[in-house]
């Protein structure tokens, strides 16, 4: 069994947004060769997520208000304020997680096709943020 690694950097521009990095994600497992294993898509922050879900701008903005919504950035209540006031990202970041697992598959991400991966900012904006894409298999 092979496993390779890969980071991907991108910057945000926005507090919160998602970032479609679906067509990097699917040019690695090309690139790594292995036609059958596991291909895990993770951050390494604690204040942004990897999600799936489809690439509909409409969608997207919704998905974005829940966040919001769920999170509460513009809530004096958070106690970790006092230190660096990103409250809500942590929280988020717990909620929705760090990572996003799927099956490779004849070469290629098993997944459905209004399912595209989103890298998820809750405390932007970055000039940095990290995607780390792993690839089991062979
Ligand atoms: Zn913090």
Do not use: Y
Request: glycine fraction near 6%; charged fraction near 25%.
């Amino acid at each position: 069994m092979k496993t390779i690694s890969k980071i991907l950097r991108v910057s945000t521009r926005d507090r919160f947004q998602l970032i479609n990095i679906t067509m990097e994600v699917e040019s690695f497992v090309r690139e790594s060769g292995i036609c059958r294993g596991i291909l895990v898509i993770s951050v390494p922050h604690a204040t942004a997520s990897i999600i799936v879900n489809e690439n509909e701008p409409g969608l997207l903005s919704d998905i974005i208000e829940k966040v919001k919504e769920i999170t509460e950035p513009d809530s004096s209540k958070w106690l970790h304020n006092s230190i660096d006031d990103n409250a809500h990202a942590h929280i988020g970041s717990a909620l929705f997680g760090h990572e996003r697992v799927f099956p490779v598959n004849e070469c290629r991400i098993f997944k459905g096709i209004w399912q595209d991966i989103f890298l998820l900012e809750m405390d932007g904006p970055r000039s940095e943020r990290k995607i780390v894409l792993t690839i089991l298999g062979e």
